[in-house]
């Protein structure tokens, strides 16, 4: 059985292209250096979270950044959405950074 190694990206939305090509990427190294190596790269990020019901859909989000193996954050040109629910940061992807960074 291969090891997992689950690896969230988080970054604002202006990077989609840079998203896509991060699941691609994982992909690929999990046909060539993970099946040598017999690891297994699991790509998290927000796209891959269902929202809940009655959940704060960041919540949900925060769920999968506690069990990431590993955390990469990609900037460009926006800081990310406000949220107003996410005192004291001023948005999303920084809540989403702290986290990682706090564990």
Same mark, same amino acid.
Request: with cysteine.
């Given at each position: 059985m291969k090891r997992r190694i689950?690896?969230? +990206?988080?970054?604002?939305?202006?990077?989609?292209?840079?998203? %896509?090509?991060?699941?691609?990427?994982s992909e690929l190294l999990n046909l060539g250096f993970g099946d040598g190596a017999n690891i297994e790269f699991e790509p998290l990020g927000w796209e891959g979270t269902l929202a809940s019901t009655g959940r704060r859909n960041q919540g949900v989000i925060n769920? %999968? +950044?506690?069990?990431?193996?590993?955390?990469?954050?990609?900037?460009?040109?926006?800081?990310?959405? %406000?949220?107003?629910?996410?005192?004291?940061?001023?948005?999303?992807? %920084?809540e989403e950074f702290h986290r990682a960074l706090e564990r």
């Open positions: 689950s690896v969230f +990206i988080a970054s604002p939305g202006d990077l989609s292209k840079e998203r %896509e090509l991060f699941r691609k990427t769920d %999968e +950044i506690d069990k990431c193996d590993v955390f990469v954050l990609a900037m460009h040109r926006r800081w990310g959405q %406000e949220a107003p629910d996410s005192a004291p940061y001023s948005s999303y992807t %920084e």
